[in-house]
């Protein structure tokens, strides 16, 4: 059974920093791409970051620069470092990983504000 708990989010003030992390259990994690997503009040959810088993990278024009996505394999975890964080950042961020179906984790709330 595959499971992704994530954790690591909160209350921020603009131009702060915030570390998510995500450990899955049920998988062979260092053979899959992991990916973070995020959804903010009433728009759709959308691609934050994704980083594969080779390590490569991408992220949204929105976050570039801004956020980094790493993983420890010998900890099952992806983590996302966000630094200089802005309100429109303000989101659910989900730890995602697709194994022939789309697996999500529970989200956790991420607020920016001053």
């Known amino acids: 059974q595959v499971q992704l708990v994530e954790s690591g989010g909160g209350l921020v003030q603009p131009g702060g920093s915030l570390r998510l992390s995500c450990t899955a259990s049920?998988?062979?994690?260092?053979?899959?791409?992991m990916k973070w997503y995020r959804q903010a009040p009433g728009k759709q959810r959308e691609l934050v970051a994704v980083?594969?088993?080779?390590?490569?990278?991408n992220y949204a024009d929105s976050v570039l620069g801004r956020f980094t996505i790493s993983r420890d394999n010998a900890k099952n975890t992806v983590y996302l470092q966000m630094n200089h964080l802005k309100p429109e950042d303000t989101a659910v961020y989900y730890c995602?990983?697709?194994?022939?179906?789309?697996?999500w984790g529970q989200g956790t709330q991420v607020t920016v504000s001053a």
């Open positions: 995602n990983c697709y194994i022939t179906y789309d697996y």
């Open positions: 049920g998988i062979i994690f260092s053979a899959y791409s």
């Open positions: 980083i594969r088993s080779s390590g490569s990278t």
